[in-house]
């Protein structure tokens, strides 16, 4: 099971942290994928890291490159988005989704990930 969680309001140009915390796997041996959706659009990627078998690095889409940084924290069993000089169009519910498939390619569709959290409400206030 995967839990989102640390969403919130923040003000434009602030920061937040949200995590995904897994129970019942150990979610270093998995590959876990950042998305969002606004109201009225499809659901977006926004960053994912590697297992740590797949050599556990990060991509980000351009919309949050330098911007964001996804990390982990084993210890806990989470993964961690943090986003920096939030703008309004950040708004959106984010969810986290993981798999423990090699999949071929950057693995920035919805449909790469088997297993989802059920979204955290990020607000961005301008």
């Known amino acids: 099971q995967l839990q989102a969680s640390g969403g919130g309001l923040v003000q434009a140009g602030g920061s937040l942290r949200v995590s995904c915390a897994a129970s019942?796997?150990?979610?270093?041996?998995?590959?876990v994928g950042w998305f969002r959706q606004a109201p009225g659009k499809d659901r977006e990627f926004v960053g994912n890291i590697r297992r740590s078998g797949s050599g556990g690095s990060t991509n980000y889409a351009d919309s949050v490159k330098g911007r964001s940084t996804i990390s982990r924290d084993n210890a806990k069993n989470t993964v961690y988005l943090q986003m920096n000089s939030l703008k309004s169009e950040d708004t959106a519910v984010y969810y986290c989704?993981?798999?423990?498939?090699?999949?071929?390619?950057?693995?920035?569709?919805?449909?790469?990930?088997?297993?989802w959290g059920q979204g955290t409400q990020v607000t961005v206030s301008s």
């Open positions: 989704g993981a798999t423990d498939r090699h999949v071929a390619g950057p693995m920035i569709r919805d449909y790469d990930y088997s297993y």
């Open positions: 019942g796997f150990t979610l270093e041996h998995y590959t």
